[in-house]
């Protein structure tokens, strides 16, 4: 979906497309620097409730850092990493899911907008 914008010379037309280059740029920028934030916030609130005892910082650090290494944790601490994971993406989700409903609304209303004037 791009907004309708149309001009006749073609030095409007580039700029136009500058701009919509820009704000999709943004936009990605944007979604996957705040998609990694809320996933690396919530793993570092949630582990500390779970992996806890000598070395627990280390281990949640080397989680937080490589989501391989809990192939490496005993069973009991893998289950907890792994549903603490599950809780941060799904975290995600409903983010994107909300920024998305949101864009595709503010679309509609500039589309609604852009027709009637």
Known sequence: ???????????????????????????????????T???????????????????????????RADVGYIRELPASLQIEAIATYEYAFRLVFIFTTIAATLAVRLFAFLSTFANVH
């Open 1 to 35: 979906m791009s907004f309708p914008i149309s001009f006749n010379d073609s030095r409007s037309k580039l700029t136009s497309f500058h701009l919509r280059y820009l704000f999709r740029a943004t936009g990605s920028v944007l979604g996957i620097s705040l998609s």
């Open 37 to 63: 934030s809320i996933l690396q916030n919530t793993l570092a609130r949630q582990l500390p409730h779970f992996i806890k005892g000598k070395g627990a910082t280390e281990i949640i650090d080397r989680i």
